[in-house]
């Protein structure tokens, strides 16, 4: 993405925005899968048998005590039901192994993503699932059209974990759940009890919500620095 500067709400002054620089960066093109998460979770990428040789240096998520796609759909649909916890996790593990440097997107790197610096008012049913199409479950990615740069599902199908200006976690574009209303480019959730109110394990899991299926997150990586990043451009 190309920099850029976001109007974003100052959570220190509630009621009151600010100006916000971000970019350039890269963005994911959808949600975060399973197919890509399973690797993570499941360590499918160590050899069967294998001990793990990075366990000081890497965390992995507990196997869920539910099927963690809620039968929704696994293959091609978003990971849902997890923490921030988990999402930060998982983009420490993928730099690990590529050796790029992804994380969440802070919530204003997220909104200029999501608004792709386009003026456009596109029917929000071309672009998102939402309560009103959604069927009360999530889709595969990238089934809706994309945005001006791309982007598939920046709105709708699953809120997006981000880290919010306060430096608090923060979900972002509203979720299958949510009437259009919700689903905005400045839609904001933060973490409930609720969302982790039936978990039975004392203390709760810091992996899985098991009441947020309506949640998952996409990977931001930044561009490289130095003489890589003259090659890059």
């Not at 093109?29 to 050899?47: G, H």
């Not at 982790?196 to 709760?204: A, E, G, R």
Request: proline content about 9%.
């Amino acid at each position: 993405m190309p920099a850029g500067v976001v109007r974003a709400v100052d959570a220190s002054a509630p009621g009151r925005s600010r100006d916000v620089k971000v970019g350039p960066f890269w963005i994911a093109k959808t949600e975060t899968t399973w197919d890509l998460y399973d690797v993570f979770a499941y360590r499918l990428d160590e050899p069967d048998g294998a001990e793990p040789t990075d366990a000081d240096a890497t965390t992995h998520p507990t196997r869920p005590y539910l099927p963690p796609d809620r039968g929704f759909g696994h293959a091609g649909f978003p990971a849902i039901s997890m923490s921030a916890h988990a999402a930060v996790a998982f983009c420490v593990w993928l730099s690990s192994k590529t050796g790029r440097a992804y994380r969440l997107p802070t919530e204003a790197e997220w909104e200029w993503a999501c608004r792709a610096n386009d003026a456009t008012e596109r029917p929000l049913d071309d672009v998102a699932w939402f309560a009103t199409n959604a069927g009360r479950k999530t889709h595969a990615v990238g089934s809706k059209k994309p945005n001006a740069w791309g982007l598939h599902d920046m709105l709708g199908n699953v809120a997006e974990w981000t880290m919010g200006l306060d430096g608090k976690p923060v979900t972002c574009g509203g979720s299958f759940l949510d009437p259009p209303e919700r689903v905005r480019a400045d839609g904001r959730a933060r973490l409930s009890p609720e969302w982790n109110s039936s978990d039975p394990q004392i203390p709760k899991s810091q992996w899985w919500l098991a009441d947020c299926s309506f949640v998952g997150f996409r990977v931001l990586c930044d561009p490289p620095k130095g003489p890589r990043a003259e090659e890059t451009r």
